[in-house]
């Protein structure tokens, strides 16, 4: 599901994408996405768990004053492989800029899929959510931006991750999203 108006994020939409370049970071690229509300505002609305996993990291400031982190490991069940037949790995999904007294889940509990976790803080600007899903850093926030292409060092663009996973994991069923090969490529 979605981090945002779970499960399929109504209401709510990506201000700013994966990938895309950020002059106030010295040219790195976003490591995740930005969500936000499309009307009322973000601040303090839910954050959901995306899928069933456990708590690995719950830092209230783990950002310091960009806010609190929220780290979940995700293990796929057996029989779920990529492109080449493998299993796939555990990922995890990251939170951040949650509100600090809102963060409802410590390390080593599990979750399940559209739980609230927390709700959306105000960094040093605009109120929203950063949503990262990665294999890597399972035990500390990050950087958020990074000087290369993030997949390359273990990042996956959040939403074309989940499309291509409920496409993968249900078939079937129509989903609503346009499938396209960057879809496909992120699994693999």
Known sequence: DTPLGAPDGRGYQVRWPFGRVS???DGKLHAGEDWVALSGGSLGRPVSAVAHGEVVYAQPWGWGTDKGVIIVRHRFAPGHVDDDGRPLRPLLSFYGHVDPPSVAVKAGQCVVRGQVIAAVGKPRGAAHL????????????GPGYWPTDPTRAGWWAPSAFMTAYRLRSTPGVQWLAPFTPTLTAALG
């Not at 950063?130 to 926030?141: A, L």
């Open 23 to 25: 002059n106030r970071y």
């Open 130 to 141: 950063h949503f990262e899903i990665r294999s890597h850093m399972p035990d500390t926030p």
